[in-house]
T-cell receptor
Framework: QQQVKQSPQSLIVQKGGISIINCAYE??????FPWYQQFPGKGPALLIA?????SEKKEGRFTISFNKSAKQFSLHIMDSQPGDSATYFC????????????FGSGTQLTVLP | DSGVTQTPKHLITATGQRVTLRCSPRSGDLSVYWYQQSLDQGLQFLIHYYNGEERAKGNILERFSAQQFPDLHSELNLSSLELGDSALYFCASSVGARDTGELFFGEGSRLTVL
């Protein structure tokens, strides 16, 4: 089965620091790479996404870096805030008739005040 | 609020029993996806329906089944429940079947099998 491998499993960062979460995918047929953010008791919600024709996408404090040749992509959270404390999931969406997302295992981010 | 409604929010039942989880997608969304979230497995794709038709199956057990009704709401049926079925079950919806874009998730149904 197509997989998306995510690391680290958990991350603790001081307020104002940079949080970095990494993902690697196996299937080159993936063509859409979103990151979802999940707060306790809530469903995941789209945070930011990138397509493989660009190497970086930035939205506010959140940046996706994409390395197509290495089949890796990462989420950088600049100036991390306690309100960013959540679980982050990377995902990949492939070609085909159904377009379902394949998710990484998640990273629990804690930003200390 | 994502606009996706899932019921019940919490469900406790015994092994061997059968339960039904319900999902109402966002207004206008034709696709419904079901995902299972457990502590050690992350979000596992179960099944996708588009406008009443099954479009893809993932890691869905034979004891589980789903359907999407003409009004586009969907139900996930879990039978012969085992302890390992305890998990959060999420429904997500999107407008189309093949578009790239955002999935909107409900808040999940937490199933506990005792």
């Amino acid at each position: 089965q197509q997989q998306v491998k995510q690391s680290p499993q958990s991350l603790i960062v001081q307020k104002g620091g940079i949080s970095i979460i990494n993902c690697a995918y196996e299937n080159t047929a993936f063509d859409y790479f979103p990151w979802y953010q999940q707060f306790p008791g809530k469903g995941p919600a789209l945070l930011i996404a990138i397509r493989p024709d660009v190497s970086e996408k930035k939205e506010g404090r959140f940046t996706i870096s994409f390395n197509k040749s290495a089949k890796q992509f990462s989420l950088h959270i600049m100036d991390s805030q306690p309100g960013d404390s959540a679980t982050y999931f990377c995902a990949s969406q492939g070609y085909g008739s159904a377009r379902q997302l394949t998710f990484g295992s998640g990273t629990q981010l804690t930003v200390l005040p | 609020d994502s606009g996706v409604t899932q019921t019940p929010k919490h469900l406790i039942t015994a092994t061997g029993q059968r339960v039904t989880l319900r999902c109402s997608p966002r207004s206008g969304d034709l696709s419904v996806y079901w995902y299972q979230q457990s502590l050690d497995q992350g979000l596992q794709f179960l099944i996708h329906y588009y406008n009443g038709e099954e479009r893809a199956k993932g890691n869905i057990l034979e004891r589980f089944s789903a359907q999407q009704f003409p009004d586009l709401h969907s139900e996930l049926n879990l039978s012969s429940l085992e302890l390992g079925d305890s998990a959060l079950y999420f429904c997500a919806s999107s407008v189309g079947a093949r578009d790239t874009g955002e999935l909107f998730f409900g808040e999940g149904s937490r199933l506990t099998v005792l």
